[in-house]
């Protein structure tokens, strides 16, 4: 393997960077050069007292780390791979109590629970009012561009569009009466978006922002407890003789919840617009044929989460690189899922690919995404609605990046409304 030619001090965490774009070009050059490679870091600018982590981007390596937790874990420090530097040692300890950051067996005895709520038969219980709310987020911004004051009928598909219905599902899974449905949507975007200055949300707004929804979720649990009411949730806390959540883990599940299932739903959905403004002609295939393979292939190219990382619990060689006992190392999904190993013209937005063995959902192992199925549902449900009822919707700007550490957001996408009715 040769060096990699990067600028010093480049860094595949920087927010700046993935404000600006998703490093491709440099991932390339890594699958190439230097599939596992040490990305030195100043001590503490991600709130870790380490000096750097290793930056992981082939598919093949990602998979490994991903499915041998006894190797790699998730709980020793957590799998966000980059906090504020202010950030306590005492707060990134707190979220060891996410499901995300847990390894086996107790990750695997609160996947257990968990996974009740995500059977398909819970999944499919959801697609008929989800379907009409898919329908009804649609229709009521395209009236509302239509009755707006841009002549151009105008709107931000992230606000009017994406965020609606990964809230709405999550809240009809967990039974949040549709009042109190913005307040989830609030606090998991202040949870989820400290590092962009826009926002002006520092780590202790994104703390408290997530202890009201702890709180509000025990409460929950609390009244499913006193009083069940045959929904996931007294599923999940109410359940005898089989295991059930305790409030506090219940709580934390919910703050899962509301990032892992929420954000990167959303973004999935707003790059997945962007990419049909872009490539008309996939867009018009997915009118005329709608194929299933559709949701696959939107996840695949926003990979909407960047990366996670794993800490090594010993020594061990990977990709020809020896990693040390303690040393933190990043699964980069978006460097994954455009390795030209596994995926034929992976810079391609293909609708129609298949296979696709992607790993927008995790890399396989403990931690593969549990509500895959659901966020598949809410996909491919909001675009049969787009398509119906604004098929000629167009591009109105460029759209407005995240400033994130691990997510490949979009905050704002600017689209046009064409002049035909909703279909019947």
């Known amino acids: 393997m040769s060096c990699p030619h990067l600028p010093e001090g480049f860094d595949f965490t920087d927010p700046d960077l993935l404000q600006s774009r998703v490093p491709h070009p440099e991932f390339a050059e890594m699958r190439q050069t230097a599939p596992v490679w040490w990305c030195a870091q100043p001590s503490g600018v991600s709130g870790f007292g380490d000096e750097g982590y290793w930056v992981v981007t082939r598919h093949a390596d990602v998979k490994y780390v991903s499915t041998h937790p006894e190797l790699f874990s998730s709980h020793i420090n957590t799998a966000i791979i980059r906090f504020n530097e202010s950030i306590s040692r005492d707060q990134i300890d707190v979220q060891k109590l996410i499901m995300l950051n847990m390894d086996p067996p107790e990750h695997t005895r609160v996947r257990q629970i968990v996974q009740r709520g995500f059977t398909p038969r819970a999944v499919r219980s959801l697609?008929?009012?989800?379907?009409?709310r898919a329908r009804s987020i649609v229709e009521s911004a395209l009236a509302g561009a239509r009755t707006g004051d841009g002549s151009d009928g105008s709107f931000d598909f992230v606000t009017r569009?994406?965020?609606?219905?990964p809230l709405q599902a999550i809240a009809e899974l967990i039974g949040v009466p549709q009042e109190d449905r913005s307040k989830i949507f609030d606090w998991s975007n202040k949870m989820a978006a400290y590092d962009d200055p826009e926002y002006a949300i520092t780590e202790e707004v994104g703390a408290e922002a997530a202890m009201e929804l702890i709180s509000y979720a025990m409460n929950l649990a609390a009244a499913r407890k006193e009083c069940p009411a045959g929904d996931i949730?007294?599923?999940l806390v109410a359940a005898e003789g089989e295991g059930n959540l305790s409030s506090d883990e219940f709580g934390f599940f919910v703050i899962l919840l509301a990032v892992a299932g929420n954000e990167t739903t959303r973004n999935a959905i707003s790059h997945g617009m962007h990419a049909f403004l872009t490539h008309p002609d996939q867009w018009e295939l997915y009118k005329r044929e709608r194929p299933e393979t559709t949701a696959e292939?939107?996840?695949r190219w926003a990979t909407p989460v960047v990366s996670f990382q794993r800490t090594a619990t010993q020594d061990v060689e990977l990709g020809g690189q020896r990693i040390r006992k303690g040393d933190r190392v990043g699964l980069f999904y978006s460097s994954a899922n455009n390795d030209p190993e596994v995926f034929e013209n992976p810079e391609a937005f293909d609708i129609a690919r298949d296979p696709n063995p992607h790993l927008g959902f995790g890399g396989g192992g403990p931690h593969f995404c549990l509500g895959k199925s659901l966020a598949v549902m809410e996909i491919n449900l909001?675009?049969?609605?787009?398509?119906?009822?604004?098929?000629d919707l167009r591009p109105a700007g460029e759209p407005r990046r995240l400033r994130s550490a691990w997510l490949n957001g979009i905050k704002q996408l600017q689209v046009s409304t064409g002049g035909g009715a909703p279909e019947a």
Do not use: T
């Open 382 to 391: 909001i675009f049969n609605a787009i398509a119906d009822v604004m098929p």
């Open 161 to 165: 569009v994406a965020v609606e219905l």
């Open 233 to 235: 949730v007294s599923r």
């Open 297 to 299: 292939e939107i996840v």
């Open 127 to 132: 697609e008929q009012a989800l379907r009409a």
